[in-house]
Every structure is written in structure tokens, then in C-alpha cells.
């Protein structure tokens, strides 16, 4: 029997806050504009000297805390990024190297935004197959380092940060600090569209041919055709909600919380409207974070439960889409 959850929960947040106006002395660009475009009103930048290992690693201790499970006691660390501090090795190995769960299988998953999505479908088959593991599985950006801060039309939309989650399968008490109980996960599904993936690049860590003393080129920088991203996120992120709704045989109706990917409030909204559900059911704090990537939907988990917003018994449904394109969508039941 295979009863997978979410043991223990951790988020961390860079302490230096840029705000919409600061935004301003950068490029032509105004809070109204910001604003009434994305909702977004501030994001978070990591420290000069700190990586997205480093607030993974952060992340990842709160979890181990919140699960009551030691690092030593940790069997696989999956890191869901698409900037990690580097190509080789990977972020999952610098954080299993910080946290001291030395000798468990550490790699990183890149499927952009819906990376998160995408690491409970491998941690549910992880301990599907191993009923024993213990999975950390860690949602870690560091976005700003790869926007083109002289580009209006992507610089404003995307923030710093990470949040982590210990899986096991079955319960393993009550978590200590961050989930009100330990989550089910019902059910979880993943997918991608490869074909316009040029709409949504972040280069530079390819293999195109840079000689030395090269300047940066323009594709070390996230580059996004907006408009179409769009359309296609709210496509995406609706169909693969309702597919896994039906295939569990429940309506929005049965839903107490919908944690959907924080990229712009404009999206979440036509989502909503194609769901059909009220916005008193849909979780937002897009507004503080911007877009934080794979970071996103666990960040969104940990300040639902700090608002009282998730409780016991509370069935929650996530969904998020990215990059390639990717999406995907999960139910939890607490
Ligand atoms: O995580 C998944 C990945 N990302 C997304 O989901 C993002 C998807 N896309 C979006 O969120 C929106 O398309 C954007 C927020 C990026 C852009 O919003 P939009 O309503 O599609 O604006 P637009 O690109 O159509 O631009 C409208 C106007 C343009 O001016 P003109 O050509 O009408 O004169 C832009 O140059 O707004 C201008 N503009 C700005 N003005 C002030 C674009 N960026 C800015 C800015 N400040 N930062």
C-alpha cells in the first residue's frame, strides 16, 4: 500500500527586498504599470555572496525540522531548479553536502516553473518503489542572477528563493512547525510540450560555442515571448486541473485551497474564471515574491499554513506550468 506524504515543509526568503519603484531607476518601467500587469509588488534578491545552494540548504533544514527526521536519515535529494550554481555537480549535492545526508542519491530535476510538480512525481515513485526512503526534495532559484536588467519586459517578473519538503511513505506523526498535519499526496501528474520551447530560454549553460574572453552573450539571459507564455500557462494550467480532478473523480467543489504557479495575477485570475472557482478559494502571494520559479508552488504551501489557510483535513490542489513547456498538478490531503 502506498500512501505518500509530505512529512515536513521549510521555505526561505532572501532578506533584500526590491520593490516595484526601486525598479524604476533601473528601466522605464512604473508601480501602476507593474501593478495592473502582474500584481506583482516586490521580490527578493539573494545576497551577493549567497547562491541558490545556499537558500535551498536554508530551506532544507526547516523541513528536516518541521519532519522531525534527521539529515544522516535522508535516502534521495532532489533539487528542482533551472539555475543552479552550476552544470557539475549539482545543486542536490552541494545542499546533501550542507545538510550532512552524506551518501544519499543527490541530483537535480530542471523542468522550469513546474519543477516542484514535477519532483513529487518522482518522489512518489522513489518511495512507490522503496517504501523505506526518505526523500527531500528542495524547490531552489536563484532568477535574478539570469534577468537582463535592461529588459523591462522580464526583469520585473521574477524573484529569488527556495522551499523544501520531506516525503516518506506514511505517516510519521505530526510535523513540528511549518504543516498544520502531514499531507496524503493523492495524486499527481506531470507533462510537456517541447515543440515551442523557444518562447521560454534561459541559455548560457549550453554548449554553444563561447571562446574565451567572450562577452556575456544576450542568451545567458532569460529571454520570454510574454504574450504567448501566457496564453499557453492559462491553457495548461487549467486542463491538467480539471483532467486531475475527473480521474479522481472530485469537482472544484471538493477543494478547500488552490495553490496555483505565481507568475502573474492576470493568469491566476482567467484560470480561476475557467475553473469556475472564487477567488476566496485561491491562494496569491505573487505580490511579494514575483515569480520564484520552482520555488513557487512550496512557498506557496508554507504561507497557506501560516495564514491558517490550510488546516487539518484541508484538500488542496496545486498546479503549475513552465518553461519547455512543462505543467503539472497534485492533490494533497491534509
Ligand atoms: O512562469 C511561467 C513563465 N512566465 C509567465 O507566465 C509570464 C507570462 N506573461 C506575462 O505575464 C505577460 O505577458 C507580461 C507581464 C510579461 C507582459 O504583459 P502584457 O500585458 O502581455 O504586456 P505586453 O507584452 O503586451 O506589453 C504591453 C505594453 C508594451 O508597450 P506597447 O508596445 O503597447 O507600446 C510594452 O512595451 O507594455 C509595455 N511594457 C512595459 N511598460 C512598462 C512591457 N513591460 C513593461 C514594463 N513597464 N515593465
Not at 524604476?24 to 547562491?51: F, P, Q
Not at 545552494?53 to 531548479?81: M, P, Q, Y
Request: overall charge negative.
Amino acid at each position: 500500500m502506498t500512501a505518500i506524504h509530505i512529512q515536513g515543509l521549510g521555505t526561505y526568503v532572501p532578506t533584500k527586498r526590491i520593490t516595484n519603484v526601486d525598479l524604476m531607476s533601473l528601466v522605464d518601467t512604473n508601480d501602476e504599470w507593474i501593478v495592473s500587469r502582474t500584481g506583482i509588488k516586490a521580490r527578493h534578491m539573494l545576497a551577493d555572496d549567497e547562491n541558490g545552494s545556499d537558500a535551498g540548504t536554508e530551506a532544507a533544514l526547516k523541513a528536516l525540522e518541521d519532519a522531525g527526521i534527521a539529515a544522516e536519515d535522508i535516502t534521495h535529494v532532489l533539487t528542482a531548479t533551472c539555475t543552479p550554481d552550476y552544470l557539475c555537480p549539482s545543486t542536490a549535492c552541494i545542499i546533501s553536502g550542507k545538510i550532512g545526508s552524506h551518501g544519499a542519491m543527490a541530483f537535480d530535476l530542471n523542468a522550469a516553473c513546474t519543477g516542484f510538480v514535477y519532483g513529487l512525481d518522482v518522489a512518489n515513485s522513489i518511495l512507490a518503489g522503496k517504501p523505506g526512503a526518505k526523500v527531500l526534495l528542495v524547490g531552489s532559484e536563484a532568477f535574478t542572477r539570469r534577468l537582463n536588467w535592461e529588459d523591462r519586459t522580464t526583469c520585473i517578473l521574477f524573484g529569488d528563493g527556495a522551499a523544501a519538503a520531506v516525503l516518506t511513505n506514511g505517516e510519521a506523526g505530526t510535523p513540528k512547525r511549518c504543516l498544520p498535519s502531514a499531507p496524503r499526496l493523492r495524486d499527481v501528474r506531470c507533462g510537456a510540450d517541447g515543440r515551442q520551447y523557444p518562447l521560454l530560454t534561459v541559455g548560457g549553460g549550453t554548449n554553444r560555442n563561447y571562446k574565451p574572453g567572450d562577452p556575456v552573450q544576450d542568451d545567458f539571459y532569460l529571454q520570454m515571448q510574454g504574450r504567448e507564455v501566457f496564453k499557453q500557462a492559462v491553457r495548461s494550467l487549467s486542463a491538467v486541473c480539471s483532467e486531475l480532478l475527473e480521474d479522481n473523480g472530485l469537482t472544484l467543489e471538493d477543494i478547500d485551497l488552490f495553490i496555483p504557479h505565481q507568475a502573474n495575477l492576470r493568469i491566476i485570475e482567467a484560470v480561476g474564471d475557467r475553473l469556475k472557482l472564487g477567488s476566496e478559494k485561491i491562494f496569491v502571494n505573487l505580490d511579494e515574491y514575483g515569480n520564484t520559479s520552482a520555488a513557487s508552488i512550496p512557498l506557496g504551501i508554507g504561507d497557506a499554513c501560516a495564514q491558517g489557510r490550510i488546516r487539518p483535513g484541508s484538500r488542496v490542489l496545486l498546479s503549475a506550468f513552465g518553461g519547455g513547456f512543462t505543467w503539472g498538478a497534485a492533490l494533497l490531503e491534509f
